[in-house]
């Protein structure tokens, strides 16, 4: 079989040439101007190439939602293409830690990786079908804080998909995601009584002795066999040395491989009580998102992608990602979802994050190709 687009087709320059310029706008997802300002130039880059386009306001701590569509409402509407703007790099990052860079086949940059690469490979790869291939993008504003925003209007666009594609960064050596650890995040609050520690120590009770038990409690629950993850990531408790503590928080993030994983840890965390009658729990949260595992509609998808990927000069392989993404949304409706679409890297969300440019033009037309395809066979 034969495809329309070949990786020599790929004019690479001028790709990284427009990548810095979306690198160049720094875009925390905590940072609602920020990211509305790199939501402006994806959406002057859309609508240049001739896309429709569309904003939808959030709420007021978090950026639009850029909706960009290409070709026929009804036909666009049937490939959904997913990518995000936000980046978990602070501003000053790019002026201090992490500037642009190129060292060999390495790019460095906040974001370069994770993921305004791939957000950008979809607008182009729209472009090179020149007209054959209708979708739909979405450039979500808040995906590295868990999507909150936007999960219904993600949701809402999926429904109306046969499939999903999402352009987050390739895995270990170029792999594509048909799988993904489901995430519960938990904020537990530990309350004790405060006391003076020299004259009272009897009248307190510890909150972070109570929560140093808790750590080790809830650290147990990890499992690397069934790939079950509990990392207390970040701890605060206490206020001054001569104070016995009446409280500590504990933020805990929670990586789940499947849904029977996924019941057991999350009644074992909630159903976690101090010992001490004196000592209070209060477990907030809960999934964050839903485990992805591929069904066979998502496996069909993988098939179709298959064949291209070699032809294109790389063996597609599948795995299960340890991280989330919105694919475990759309996946967990039952869409057909093929995920880590996006050029080959490493260091995401570290400021040695970098892309292989090497493995840009290769992705981008077999991504073209696959759209093609999709468009056709879904007309
Ligand atoms: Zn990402």
């Not at 998909?161 to 995430?183: D, F, W």
């Amino acid at each position: 079989m034969t495809h329309p687009i070949q990786p020599q087709d790929i004019d690479l320059p001028a790709f990284l040439a427009e990548l810095r310029t979306w690198v160049d706008i720094e875009s925390p997802t905590a940072d609602r101007n920020a990211v509305n300002a790199m939501a402006d130039l994806a959406q002057a880059a859309a609508t240049a190439r001739g896309f429709h386009t569309t904003r939808i306001p959030t709420d007021a701590q978090t950026g639009d939602l850029l909706v960009a569509r290409c070709g026929d409402p009804d036909r666009a509407a049937r490939i959904l293409i997913l990518t995000h703007l936000d980046t978990v790099h602070p501003r000053g990052t790019l002026s201090g830690p992490l500037p642009w860079r190129e060292d060999g086949d390495r790019l460095y940059g906040p974001g370069v990786y994770d993921m305004k690469s791939g957000a950008l490979m979809a607008l182009h790869a729209l472009t090179l079908a020149e007209g054959r291939a209708a979708a739909t993008i979405l450039f979500i504003p808040d995906e590295e804080t868990g999507t909150h925003a936007t999960r219904t209007l993600v949701e809402d666009h999926a429904r109306r998909a046969r499939a999903v594609l999402v352009m987050e960064p390739a895995r270990e050596g170029g792999k594509i995601v048909t799988g993904r650890r489901g995430s519960a995040l938990y904020r537990i609050r530990v309350q004790g009584r405060a006391a003076h520690s020299g004259t009272r120590p009897q009248d307190g009770r510890s909150a972070i002795r109570a929560a140093a038990k808790l750590v080790l409690d809830l650290e147990s629950m990890n499992d690397p066999d069934r790939r079950i993850g509990v990392n207390v990531g970040v701890i605060r408790g206490g206020t001054t040395r001569n104070t016995v503590p009446a409280e500590c928080v504990l933020d805990v993030d929670v990586r789940l491989p499947d849904l029977a994983a996924q019941h057991d840890i999350i009644a074992k965390i909630e159903a976690l009580t101090p010992s001490d009658p004196d000592i209070s729990f209060d477990i907030s949260g809960g999934v964050s998102r839903p485990a992805f595992t591929a069904d066979a509609g998502s496996l069909a998808l993988f098939d179709r992608a298959a064949p291209i990927a070699e032809a294109m000069g790389y063996p597609l392989v599948a795995m299960t990602s340890g991280g989330g993404s919105d694919g475990n949304f759309t996946a967990a409706l039952g869409i057909p979802t093929l995920d880590g679409l996006g050029p080959d890297g490493a260091d995401a969300h570290t400021q040695t994050e970098h892309i292989f440019p090497s493995t840009i033009a290769p992705r981008l037309a077999m991504l073209t190709n696959l759209l093609i395809t999709l468009t056709e066979s879904n007309a």
